[in-house]
């Protein structure tokens, strides 16, 4: 029956960096708002931005279409702590003109990075040689009227913008307001408010940091802005709750004027209860209707007009309930996976273990696993569901909960805006899935 899915993947192309350092690792991905450019960012501090095919046969298809390096290593010699060049998040702002731009963040600084094309230059200068240098104006005996000669394509990426010395603690988000002039960067107690034409003043507009730092019971572990309302934005905390905040109501939102926390079930409590209901990330819909929010286990969609609790529940990866232990014992119950949206709301992403990912179809109810590895992805090629089997006799073509490769995980990925095609970050991978053509 998933075979004839609508969700058919066709894997029309894979991208290896090719590379085996630390540096390499892919930390973030983020579609633009058009679908055309995909960026990716690594732990190296480098964005490479990849460019659509425009021929139609190869439309599926994502070729480099400029690389850059966003942030370098810093050293905080008032805190004697080194700052990681590691690219945290991306995010595209809409385009204006001719040119692309995109935030990017370490854990310290925001930068706008400006993405154009130059494929001319001027020639026939008076005043200088062409190779530069300037002339003796008493050897000059004629006017020339400078040119715009054609050249090879050339695309420029250069920081417009640098955003910095706002965070005392480690930036985990950042999202573009839909009124365009202003975003959010938020850390672990703090979030701020700053105008994208400003570097040198932002507003604190949530703080949760106690009087004193051993009374704090939770931190913020992401934040984004509504998709329509500029004045609503949702932040998620590591005690599992979401708080959705008016600015219109007061300019510190200290007090939520939403609260969406699912109790807990007492029959379930146990010593990791409080690690695995952390929320790694939240998401509104296009629509702004729903929230999405992923823990470890699960994934919860929630109606922004019912706070009580989730309108959908998803198991991720159940089977793992059993091996809480041993994944604390190696520090894989603090992974941070990411959830997204397809472009009509239907159908959602996240990832797991093994380099597995899952997809949900809300409407049918419906889910896949899904497998994104070099071994069993060759470009063209259907990709077939996989299957954890959780107990009893284990038949062909089904992976075991023992067997599962916890070094091999899904934590980034990004769904094309408009289409099905889906970005999946394994490691220093990038694979690029897409429907099956017909």
Same mark, same amino acid.
């Given at each position: 029956?998933?075979?004839?899915?609508?969700?058919?993947?066709?894997?029309?192309?894979?991208?290896?960096?090719?590379?085996?350092?630390?540096?390499?690792? *892919? @930390?973030?991905?983020?579609?633009? $708002?058009? +679908?055309?450019? %995909?960026?990716?960012? /690594?732990?190296?501090? &480098?964005?490479?931005?990849?460019?659509?095919?425009?021929?139609?046969?190869?439309?599926?298809?994502?070729?480099?279409?400029?690389?850059?390096?966003?942030?370098?290593?810093?050293?905080?010699?008032?805190?004697?702590?080194?700052?990681?060049?590691?690219?945290?998040?991306?995010?595209?702002?809409?385009?204006?003109?001719?040119?692309?731009?995109?935030?990017?963040?370490?854990?310290?600084?925001?930068?706008?990075?400006? *993405? @154009?094309?130059?494929?001319?230059? $001027?020639? +026939?200068?008076? %005043?200088?040689?062409? /190779?530069?240098?300037? &002339?003796?104006?008493?050897?000059?005996?004629?006017?020339?009227?400078?040119?715009?000669?054609?050249?090879?394509?050339?695309?420029?990426?250069?920081?417009?913008?640098?955003?910095?010395?706002?965070?005392?603690?480690?930036?985990?988000?950042?999202?573009?307001?839909?009124?365009?002039?202003?975003?959010?960067?938020?850390?672990?107690?703090?979030?701020?408010?700053?105008?994208?034409?400003?570097?040198?003043?932002?507003?604190?507009?949530?703080?949760?940091?106690?009087?004193?730092?051993?009374? %704090?019971?939770?931190?913020?572990?992401?934040?984004?802005?509504?998709?329509?309302?500029?004045?609503?934005?949702?932040?998620?905390?590591?005690?599992?709750?979401?708080?959705?905040?008016?600015?219109?109501?007061?300019?510190?939102?200290?007090?939520?004027?939403?609260?969406?926390?699912?109790?807990?079930?007492?029959?379930?409590?146990?010593?990791?209860?409080?690690?695995?209901?952390?929320?790694?990330?939240?998401?509104?819909?296009?629509?702004?209707?729903?929230?999405?929010?992923?823990?470890?286990?699960?994934?919860?969609?929630?109606?922004?007009?019912?706070?009580?609790?989730?309108?959908?529940?998803?198991?991720?990866?159940?089977?793992?309930?059993?091996?809480?232990?041993?994944?604390?014992?190696?520090?894989?119950?603090?992974?941070?996976?990411?959830?997204?949206?397809?472009?009509?709301?239907?159908?959602?992403?996240?990832?797991?273990?093994?380099?597995?990912?899952?997809?949900?179809?809300?409407?049918?109810?419906?889910?896949?696993?899904?497998?994104?590895?070099?071994?069993?992805?060759?470009?063209?090629?259907?990709?077939?569901?996989?299957?954890?089997?959780?107990?009893?006799?284990?038949?062909?073509?089904?992976?075991?909960?023992?067997?599962?490769?916890?070094?091999?995980?899904?934590?980034?990925?990004?769904?094309?805006?408009?289409?099905?095609?889906?970005?999946?970050?394994?490691?220093?991978?990038?694979?690029?899935?897409?429907?099956?053509?017909?």
């Amino acid at each position: 029956d998933e075979e004839s899915d609508t969700r058919k993947i066709n894997n029309s192309f894979l991208r290896d960096h090719n590379y085996a350092t630390e540096a390499d690792i *892919i @930390s973030t991905v983020e579609f633009n $708002p058009s +679908g055309e450019l %995909l960026a990716t960012g /690594d732990k190296g501090g &480098r964005v490479v931005v990849f460019q659509r095919e425009q021929e139609p046969q190869r439309r599926g298809e994502y070729n480099v279409y400029s690389t850059f390096q966003s942030h370098d290593p810093e050293f905080d010699y008032l805190k004697s702590l080194e700052i990681e060049e590691k690219i945290n998040k991306i995010r595209w702002l809409p385009q204006q003109n001719a040119a692309y731009f995109l935030l990017s963040t370490n854990d310290k600084t925001v930068k706008l990075w400006k *993405i @154009s094309e130059r494929d001319r230059r $001027p020639e +026939g200068y008076n %005043l200088k040689d062409e /190779d530069g240098r300037i &002339r003796d104006p008493s050897t000059i005996t004629s006017l020339r009227v400078p040119v715009l000669q054609n050249t090879d394509l050339m695309v420029e990426a250069t920081a417009r913008r640098v955003f910095s010395n706002a965070h005392t603690y480690h930036i985990n988000s950042i999202s573009v307001n839909s009124d365009l002039q202003t975003y959010i960067s938020t850390d672990d107690l703090r979030v701020n408010l700053w105008n994208l034409e400003i570097t040198d003043q932002s507003f604190n507009i949530v703080d949760i940091k106690p009087c004193n730092m051993e009374d %704090l019971t939770e931190v913020i572990t992401a934040a984004e802005f509504h998709p329509q309302q500029c004045n609503t934005l949702a932040y998620s905390s590591s005690r599992g709750s979401v708080r959705l905040c008016d600015m219109r109501k007061q300019a510190l939102c200290d007090t939520h004027c939403k609260f969406f926390e699912e109790p807990e079930d007492p029959s379930t409590r146990s010593f990791f209860s409080e690690i695995i209901s952390s929320i790694s990330d939240i998401k509104f819909s296009h629509s702004g209707r729903f929230l999405m929010t992923r823990d470890y286990l699960t994934v919860k969609v929630w109606d922004l007009n019912m706070e009580t609790r989730p309108v959908q529940t998803y198991q991720v990866h159940d089977y793992l309930r059993g091996k809480l232990c041993s994944l604390y014992e190696n520090d894989c119950i603090f992974d941070k996976f990411e959830c997204v949206w397809n472009g009509s709301d239907s159908v959602i992403m996240t990832g797991s273990y093994n380099n597995f990912f899952r997809m949900f179809d809300r409407n049918t109810k419906k889910d896949v696993t899904l497998e994104a590895s070099r071994e069993n992805s060759k470009p063209r090629a259907i990709l077939k569901p996989r299957k954890v089997c959780v107990g009893g006799k284990r038949r062909k073509d089904e992976v075991t909960v023992d067997s599962l490769d916890f070094s091999k995980k899904i934590l980034h990925s990004a769904w094309h805006p408009q289409e099905n095609i889906i970005a999946v970050a394994a490691s220093n991978n990038l694979y690029i899935f897409q429907d099956k053509v017909t």
